[in-house]
């Protein structure tokens, strides 16, 4: 079974300043890792996603994210954030040898960007 | 192209109740998965369907089900509503059925049990 612990319910960043949003996974199989982004009352959508390959994913809107396995970690960074990246970042995590697109996710991070 | 269409979007029940949500994917998108969110319990799997065929089941009671059509479209049932399936009900679609593809994601049907 899978398990996502996202560390910090809510990060209150200021405007342009970098931010870094934690994720650990647990997983006795290998998964793919995602970062999902949720504006207030809109559904979710993907910022990235790690499937294999280079280390280092890059998203939509300036985000990027690292995936380390020896420590079972995928933090989304951004080193400059705008008022409108204010809302909820959810990290979830798939099984890679599931025969289903079943998501596993985290508690979710608020980011409150202030002015 | 339209995105994941979900309807309703807001709708209120009372206990005792049954709802059904539908669920319109992306076209050509085979696969849909459903999701409950909720403040306490975060974002839980529900089921997936996958070729009108359930693929995957989340732990929850039988009283949730669901369905897929032949177009590919879905809905979801819940019988005898009990207060605590008020929560934001998610669909999501993807191309096929490998892991790995991106799901996308509808804005979701507010229920709220009175």
């Known amino acids: 079974a899978q398990s996502v612990t996202q560390l910090d319910s809510q990060v209150p960043v200021f405007e342009e300043a970098p931010v870094e949003l934690r994720c650990n996974y647990s997983s006795s199989v290998s998964v793919y890792l995602f970062w999902y982004v949720q504006y207030p009352n809109q559904g979710l959508q993907l910022l990235l996603k790690y499937l294999s390959g280079s280390t280092l994913v890059k998203g939509i809107n300036g985000f990027e994210a690292e995936f380390n396995k020896s420590q079972t970690s995928f933090h989304l960074r951004k080193p400059s954030v705008h008022i409108s990246d204010t809302a909820e970042y959810f990290c979830?995590?798939?099984?890679?040898?599931?025969?289903?697109?079943?998501?596993?996710f985290g508690t979710g991070t608020l980011l409150a960007v202030q002015p | 192209k339209a995105g994941v269409t979900q309807t309703p979007r807001y709708l209120i029940k009372t206990r005792g109740q049954q709802v059904t949500l539908s669920c319109s994917p992306i076209?050509?998108?085979?696969?849909v998965s459903w999701y409950q969110q909720t403040p306490g319990q975060g974002l839980q799997f529900l089921f997936e369907?996958?070729?009108?065929?359930?693929?995957n089941k989340g732990n929850f009671p039988g009283r949730f089900s669901g369905r897929q059509f032949s177009n590919s479209r879905s809905e979801m049932n819940v019988s005898t509503l009990e207060l605590g399936d008020s929560a934001l009900y998610l669909c999501?679609?993807?191309?096929?059925?490998?892991?790995?593809?991106?799901?996308?994601f509808g804005e979701g049907s507010w229920l709220t049990v009175v």
């Open positions: 369907y996958f070729s009108e065929t359930q693929r």
């Open positions: 076209s050509g998108h085979r696969s």
């Open positions: 979830a995590v798939s099984d890679q040898g599931g025969a289903t697109n079943k998501l596993i």
């Open positions: 999501a679609s993807s191309p096929a059925g490998e892991v790995g593809n991106t799901i996308y």
